[in-house]
């Protein structure tokens, strides 16, 4: 079952900074955030993830609060081509590292 | 590098026939696999681990004798929707697991349409 809450839509600027919140309340000490994006009729993609300190690639910085209770993805400057739905998953280490797909959240970005 | 294909991207079949669909692990070597299915508007739902050597373990509410998954060698899963139905049609999508960086890398989906 999926343990993230994700609001289910966002508007972000051509341009600007994308920022997206999950909340992952009930994640264990040895459970790590991924966030993966899928473009309509596609196989997810791999953004970043992350234990418990903030990440940053080349696509994606990822923010998660010091009580690992919830993160941000944000995209530094969104293009239309990120228009997408974003997931955010928490994935146990050993568990055959299985992923359970919640809602996730549909970026519209716009020109 | 990490690629996933799937075969075919797409397919038509008629009620009560079956389909079988390919996942390949192209650059690495994959001794885990996973199956999702996944409907409109709708997000990726987990059908079941596919494990080289061994039997599938099937997520609860999904018909093990329905979707037949096997996992012959290292870069390669099959799953073969038996006696399809037209509540079969879904989009299905494999991902594998690259075991020397655990991490999961997807296929681009099949869609699979029962008339």
């Known amino acids: 079952d999926a343990k993230t809450t994700q609001p289910p839509s966002m508007d972000c600027a051509e341009g600007r900074a994308a920022n997206l919140p999950c909340n992952h309340s009930?994640?264990?000490?040895?459970?790590?955030v991924y966030w993966y994006r899928q473009i309509h009729s596609q196989g997810p993609q791999y953004i970043i993830h992350?234990?418990?300190n903030n990440e940053t690639n080349e696509m994606a910085s990822l923010i998660i609060t010091e009580d690992r209770k919830s993160s941000t993805l944000i995209l530094p400057h969104a293009t239309l081509r990120d228009t997408a739905v974003y997931y955010c998953?928490?994935?146990?280490?050993?568990?055959?590292?299985?992923?359970?797909f919640g809602s996730g959240t549909k970026l519209n970005v716009k020109p | 590098g990490a690629v996933v294909s799937q075969h075919p991207s797409w397919v038509i079949c008629k009620s009560g026939t079956s389909v079988k669909i390919e996942c390949r692990s192209l650059?690495?070597?994959?001794?885990?696999m996973f199956w999702y299915r996944q409907f409109p508007k709708q997000s990726l739902m987990l059908m079941a681990t596919?494990?080289?050597?061994?039997?599938?373990?099937?997520e609860q509410g999904v018909e093990k004798d329905k979707f037949l998954i096997n996992h012959a060698s290292l870069t390669l899963s099959t799953l073969t929707v038996t006696s399809a139905h037209p509540e079969d049609s879904s989009f299905y999508i494999c991902?594998?697991?690259?075991?020397?960086?655990?991490?999961?890398?997807f296929g681009p989906g099949t869609r699979l349409t029962v008339t």
């Open positions: 991902s594998a697991l690259h075991g020397r960086i655990d991490e999961q890398y």
């Open positions: 009930t994640i264990s000490g040895n459970e790590y």
């Open positions: 992350g234990l418990k």
């Open positions: 998953i928490v994935r146990v280490g050993g568990n055959f590292n299985k992923f359970y």
């Open positions: 650059d690495f070597q994959a001794t885990t």
């Open positions: 596919s494990n080289e050597g061994s039997k599938a373990t099937y």
